[in-house]
Nanobody
Framework: QVQLVESGGGLVQPGGSLRLSCKAS????????MSWYRQAPGKERELVAR???????TYLDSVKGRFTISRDNAKNTVDLQMNSLKPEDTAVYYC????????WGQGTQVTVSS
């Protein structure tokens, strides 16, 4: 059974940093596509960053140069390092993977506010 558990969210001031972590079980992160999505109040869920089994990464245009997705194969985790955070980054962030179906974590709240 696939399970994804996010951690690392919280309240941060504009310009600050947070690191989100997604602990996976039931899959191996190094051989699966792993993604981070976010959903702000009243908005649709959007893809923030993705890492393929090849290691290739893609990012939402608005986070390029500020966010970095990475994986730790030994820990079987996928992290999202978020720097230079802006109020518009405020959202619930979800870890995702796809095998025969989509799997989602429970989400972690990120709030960027002074």
């Amino acid at each position: 059974q696939v399970q994804l558990v996010e951690s690392g969210g919280g309240l941060v001031q504009p310009g600050g940093s947070l690191r989100l972590s997604c602990k996976a079980s039931g899959i191996i992160v190094s051989v699966n596509q792993m993604s981070w999505y976010r959903q702000a109040p009243g908005k649709e869920r959007e893809l923030v960053a993705r890492i393929l089994n090849s290691g290739r990464t893609t990012y939402l245009d608005s986070v390029k140069g500020r966010f970095t997705i990475s994986r730790d194969n030994a820990k079987n985790t996928v992290d999202l390092q978020m720097n230079s955070l802006k109020p518009e980054d405020t959202a619930v962030y979800y870890c995702n993977t796809v095998t025969l179906q989509h799997y989602w974590g429970q989400g972690t709240q990120v709030t960027v506010s002074s």
